[in-house]
């Protein structure tokens, strides 16, 4: 039986990374969802089809969703509150209740030391959309896994490590690979880190500041 999966933000270089880890696997069928055609390749996966759109279309994103099985979010910007609010009306109006959502480390100043420090000062203003989103995902009683990557590099490798959400995070880095690599398990695989709010880092890269800033 094919697994049928909506990618939203799907030009997104993690959601990149997810679309082409699944590409092979003929047991999965993939939703892109996208705003800007003139981010399509034109060598999309056999198994995608694309949508071109804005979540905040209700009518559109409704239609996306109908049908699905999981909902993976690679969302971002100053209303990603906002997004985060179409996107849990529109699945819990669809009756499509996995869903997967990316959003960043920082937002329970769970980040401790000088890298806590140094991340609040850099990013943390930013980060209020961020919290409102997670808050409104595990209020909305769908079978949901949050994530909260370190600072993302572009490094090609899938290494990562978790830290649970309550507990300090770890490192200051992430591959970009390494969270799609997790998103494409839990695609594979639902069950896993089911309810689940997990910081996502590269074991060892703890530090002051991530190594390229």
């Known amino acids: 039986m094919r697994s049928k999966v909506l990618i939203l933000g799907a030009s997104g270089q993690i959601a990149q990374w997810v679309v082409w880890a699944l590409a092979d696997d003929g047991n999965i069928r993939q939703t892109l969802l996208l705003r800007d055609p003139s981010k399509l390749t034109g060598r999309e996966p ?3 089809q694309v949508l071109i759109g804005n979540v905040l279309d209700k009518k559109l994103l409704r239609q996306a969703v109908a ?5 993976y979010a690679n969302l971002t910007g100053e209303d ?3 997004q985060a609010q179409a996107v849990i009306a529109a699945m819990q ?3 499509v209740r996995r869903l997967v959502f990316v959003l960043s480390l920082g937002i329970y100043d769970e980040v401790p030391g000088r890298f806590g420090a140094w991340n609040r000062a ?4 930013d980060l209020k959309p961020f919290r409102r989103a997670a808050d409104a995902i595990e209020a909305a009683g769908l079978d949901h896994t949050i994530l909260r990557p370190a600072w993302l590099t572009d490094e090609d490798e899938a290494d990562y490590e978790l830290t649970p959400k309550g507990q300090p995070f770890k490192g200051t880095v992430v591959s970009r690979r390494s969270v799609a690599d997790l998103v494409a398990k839990i695609v ?3 069950a896993l880190h089911l309810g689940e709010n997990l910081g996502v880092n590269k074991p060892g890269s703890d530090g002051d500041k991530p190594y390229f800033m």
């Open 46 to 48: 056999a198994n995608a």
């Open 67 to 71: 049908g699905q099985d999981m909902v």
């Open 80 to 82: 990603l509150d906002k």
């Open 93 to 95: 109006a669809e009756q």
């Open 122 to 125: 850099t990013i943390g203003a």
């Open 188 to 190: 594979a695989n639902p």
